[in-house]
């Protein structure tokens, strides 16, 4: 019987790999921001330290990212990736057991957040700029997102797991499992071939971001895309810090449900990572990432006036598929303007807004609901957010005649369900 020719990234073996230590790793970890972000409201009550312990997450990303890009194009990133999902067992397995002895504290959640945040503001960019080397430059934006797809199926599995795991066991049950979760990326990582390409010439600081920022401005496609980001990192992203507040204010339930509503988020960043991956290149990126922009912030407004609860998980399920669509196809657009010398650095940049201005949009999104009232805080988030998408979607960002076209799939894929099952 004639064997099926793997389409695309997934034909590469490093890739499928990768792709399976994933799954496990990132069920873990997600099921980890579950139970962190429980364990903070249950010590605290307070949506002000739910954005607190946050931020102390995020803010190795405002610190260390830079760094973490410039390592990535001077060494070797598969060797750089097990040294940082090794360090990442560390704090997962000091949680459980903290809470196992009950010594832990708020200031203990912040410290071990803070430790991980700085692991992974070097794991990320030599992440991100590892993908290209594994399958090729043709299909990256294929490998994006798959890579989303099983970061966001496991952002579907991982909460419904920890919200059972909450309801049945102990919550350092959740820290315990993440912790071992990183094994079996760390035996893929071992198994892979590819190193990824390094530039061997020492370092000089200042001449490197000297580079990477003259690029940047020399390419004012990627700088608007980098500044929606920017945004959406302040004002758009750090929405989902108040689903627990939501969960117990609104609904009256307990973390069960606030599980459920991160499934059902992660349920539609899922299926736009499925329907990218299906459709293969996107020709016309800055539409595509401007249009869902916009349709974020209407269901992110939306969210705000519901009280019903299979509605808000209706409306949970179109903010997870606006914001992946914009997200995966800001991350091609930009790997595919940038040259492989560069790549590290400039997706240091984007990690570093994505992620790095996170405490700040964390504190602002617990102040806001702590000030105004969780609905209200949605609400101006909202505003802040369309605001920024109409400004990109205007002018030569705006689409063109027949806006969807991008629906049809310009690389048809066959094979695509069964892939998923080898």
Excluded at 196 to 212: C, H, I, M, P
């Amino acid at each position: 019987m004639a064997s099926v020719k793997l389409p695309g990234a997934i034909s590469s073996r490093d890739f499928r790999l990768y792709m399976a230590g994933q799954i496990v790793s990132l069920t873990g970890t997600w099921m980890q921001s579950v139970a962190q972000n429980w364990l903070v409201w249950s010590l605290s009550g307070s949506s002000f330290y739910l954005g607190l312990i946050s931020a102390a997450s995020s803010l190795p990303m405002l610190l260390f990212t830079l760094p973490g890009g410039i390592l990535a194009d001077k060494y070797f990133k598969r060797r750089i990736l097990i040294a940082t999902q090794t360090l990442s067992i560390i704090p997962a397995l000091l949680l459980g057991i903290f809470i196992d002895i009950k010594i832990i504290t708020l200031l203990h959640v912040a410290i071990f957040a803070f430790i991980l945040g700085t692991i992974n503001a070097f794991d990320v960019p030599a992440r991100q700029s590892f993908l290209i080397e594994m399958v090729g430059k043709e299909s990256l934006t294929g490998a994006i997102a798959l890579n989303s797809a099983v970061f966001n199926g496991a952002r579907l599995i991982g909460p419904v797991i920890a919200g059972l795991i909450l309801s049945l066991f102990s919550i350092s049950t959740c820290f315990y499992l993440n912790a071992i979760s990183y094994i079996p990326v760390i035996v893929a990582l071992s198994l892979i071939k590819t190193e990824g390409a390094t530039q061997r010439k020492g370092f000089s600081v200042l001449k490197d971001l000297g580079e990477v920022t003259g690029f940047i401005f020399s390419e004012r496609l990627i700088l608007r895309v980098l500044l929606l980001i920017m945004v959406f990192s302040l004002f758009g992203i750090p929405y989902i810090i108040l689903l627990p507040v939501i969960s117990t204010e609104v609904f009256r339930s307990s973390a069960g449900l606030y599980g459920i509503m991160m499934g059902a988020a992660g349920a539609g960043s899922l299926s736009a990572a499925l329907f990218i991956a299906l459709r293969g290149e996107i020709s016309n990126k800055k539409s595509y990432i401007g249009l869902f922009a916009i349709l974020f912030s209407i269901f992110l407004s939306l969210l705000s006036f519901s009280k019903e609860i299979f509605l808000t998980l209706i409306l949970l399920f179109l903010t997870g598929f606006s914001l992946i669509s914009l997200l995966a196809t800001a991350n091609s657009l930009i790997q595919h303007r940038t040259p492989d010398s560069l790549r590290g650095r400039v997706m240091s940049i984007y990690t570093l807004l994505f992620l790095g201005l996170a405490p700040a949009g964390n504190l602002a999104v617990g102040f806001l609901a702590s000030l105004y009232g969780t609905m209200n805080a949605l609400r101006i988030l909202s505003l802040l957010t369309i605001t920024a998408g109409f400004v990109f979607y205007g002018g030569k960002a705006g689409l063109k005649p027949g806006p969807l076209n991008f629906i049809q799939p310009s690389h048809p894929c066959p094979h695509f369900p069964l892939i998923l099952l080898q």
